[in-house]
C-alpha cells in the first residue's frame, strides 16, 4: 500500500499587497499576490525591472512586511512576529545569494563560509568546519580555501556565496540576480551548479532574473508585471 504524504508549501503568498508613500508619492509596487512554493521547487521570477521581484523577495524573507495579506514559512505566520523572531527564522532556515556576492572582503574562502555558521550558534565549531569544507568543495574550490574575496574571479566568489547560503542546510535559497554580475559563459556554469544543488540535495530556491538562459532552464517560471503576478507556470 503506498501512502501519499501531502507536504506542506514551503512558502504561502496569499493575496499580498505592498504600498510605499503615500498621497501623490504612493506607489502600489505589489498587488494581491497569491503563490504556493513548494519543496525542492527551482523557480525563476521574472519581470521588468520596477515590476516588484524584489520587494516580493523581501517580503518572503520576513525582511519586509506587506500593506496587506498573509506569508507563512511553513505554515508558520510571519506577519506578526518581531524582528527578533523573523531574523533567526532567516539565520536558520534560509540562504542568501546576491548579484554582487557580499562576500567578506578580509576575510578568507574558508572563513566567508564558516563564521556566518558558528555566528548563527546553531551547530558546534567542529561540525562548522566540517560543513564549510565539504560545501567549499562540492562548489569546486577546495585548492581555494586561503584566497581573500579579490583573490578570485566574479565566478569565484559567487560560488564561495553559494557555499555560504548553503552550509547550514537551509530549507529555502533566494538568488537576487545570481547571475546578473557575471559574462555569460559564467553565468551559464553558476545556472549548472545550482540546479545540479536543486537535483541532488533538493534545495528549494527562488531566483529573481533577468537572464533568459536562468528563465528557459528553470521548472517554474513566475513573472510579475507593475506588482501583477500575470505568468505562474
Ligand atoms: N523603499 C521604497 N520606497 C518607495 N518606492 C519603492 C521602494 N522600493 C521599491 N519601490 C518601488 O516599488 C516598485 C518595485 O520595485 P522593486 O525594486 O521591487 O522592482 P524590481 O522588479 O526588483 O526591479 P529591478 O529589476 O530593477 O531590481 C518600483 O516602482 C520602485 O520604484
Not at 567549499?136 to 579579490?150: E, Q
Given at each position: 500500500m503506498?501512502?501519499?504524504?501531502?507536504?506542506?508549501?514551503?512558502?504561502s503568498?496569499?493575496n499580498?499587497?505592498?504600498c510605499?508613500?503615500?498621497?501623490?508619492?504612493?506607489?502600489?509596487?505589489?498587488?494581491?499576490i497569491s503563490l504556493?512554493?513548494d519543496k525542492?521547487e527551482?523557480?525563476?521570477?521574472?519581470?521588468?525591472?520596477?515590476?516588484g521581484?524584489?520587494?516580493l523577495?523581501?517580503?518572503l524573507s520576513?525582511?519586509?512586511?506587506?500593506?496587506s495579506?498573509?506569508?507563512?514559512?511553513?505554515n508558520?505566520?510571519?506577519?506578526?512576529l518581531?524582528?527578533?523572531?523573523l531574523?533567526?527564522?532567516?539565520?536558520?532556515?534560509l540562504?542568501?545569494?546576491?548579484?554582487f556576492f557580499?562576500l567578506?572582503?578580509?576575510l578568507n574562502?574558508?572563513?566567508?563560509?564558516?563564521f556566518?555558521?558558528?555566528?548563527?550558534g546553531?551547530?558546534?565549531?567542529?561540525?562548522?568546519k566540517?560543513?564549510a569544507?565539504?560545501?567549499i568543495?562540492?562548489?569546486?574550490?577546495?585548492?581555494f580555501t586561503?584566497?581573500?574575496?579579490?583573490?578570485?574571479?566574479?565566478g569565484?566568489?559567487?560560488?564561495?556565496?553559494?557555499a555560504?547560503?548553503l552550509?547550514?542546510?537551509?530549507?529555502?535559497?533566494i538568488?537576487?540576480e545570481?547571475?546578473?554580475?557575471?559574462?555569460?559563459g559564467?553565468?551559464?556554469a553558476i545556472?549548472d551548479?545550482?540546479l545540479k544543488?536543486?537535483?541532488?540535495i533538493?534545495?528549494?530556491?527562488?531566483?529573481?532574473?533577468?537572464?533568459?538562459?536562468?528563465k528557459?532552464?528553470a521548472?517554474?517560471?513566475?513573472?510579475?508585471?507593475d506588482g501583477?503576478?500575470?505568468?505562474?507556470?
Amino acid at each position: 500500500m503506498s501512502v501519499i504524504i501531502n507536504e506542506l508549501p514551503v512558502i504561502s503568498l496569499n493575496n499580498i499587497c505592498k504600498c510605499y508613500g503615500a498621497g501623490d508619492s504612493k506607489v502600489d509596487a505589489l498587488n494581491n499576490i497569491s503563490l504556493e512554493i513548494d519543496k525542492g521547487e527551482f523557480l525563476a521570477l521574472c519581470g521588468p525591472s520596477g515590476s516588484g521581484k524584489s520587494t516580493l523577495l523581501n517580503i518572503l524573507s520576513g525582511i519586509d512586511k506587506p500593506t496587506s495579506g498573509s506569508v507563512l514559512f511553513s505554515n508558520k505566520l510571519l506577519n506578526n512576529l518581531s524582528e527578533e523572531q523573523l531574523s533567526a527564522i532567516r539565520g536558520k532556515h534560509l540562504g542568501f545569494i546576491f548579484q554582487f556576492f557580499n562576500l567578506i572582503p578580509v576575510l578568507n574562502v574558508f572563513d566567508n563560509v564558516y563564521f556566518p555558521l558558528v555566528l548563527n550558534g546553531y551547530i558546534d565549531k567542529n561540525e562548522a568546519k566540517a560543513r564549510a569544507l565539504h560545501f567549499i568543495d562540492s562548489v569546486g574550490l577546495a585548492a581555494f580555501t586561503r584566497r581573500k574575496p579579490t583573490e578570485l574571479s566574479g565566478g569565484q566568489q559567487q560560488r564561495v556565496a553559494i557555499a555560504r547560503a548553503l552550509a547550514h542546510n537551509p530549507q529555502l535559497v533566494i538568488a537576487d540576480e545570481p547571475t546578473g554580475n557575471l559574462d555569460l559563459g559564467t553565468g551559464e556554469a553558476i545556472l549548472d551548479l545550482l540546479l545540479k544543488i536543486n537535483q541532488e540535495i533538493g534545495t528549494t530556491f527562488i531566483i529573481s532574473t533577468h537572464s533568459s538562459q536562468l528563465k528557459a532552464r528553470a521548472q517554474r517560471v513566475v513573472e510579475i508585471k507593475d506588482g501583477v503576478l500575470v505568468h505562474d507556470a
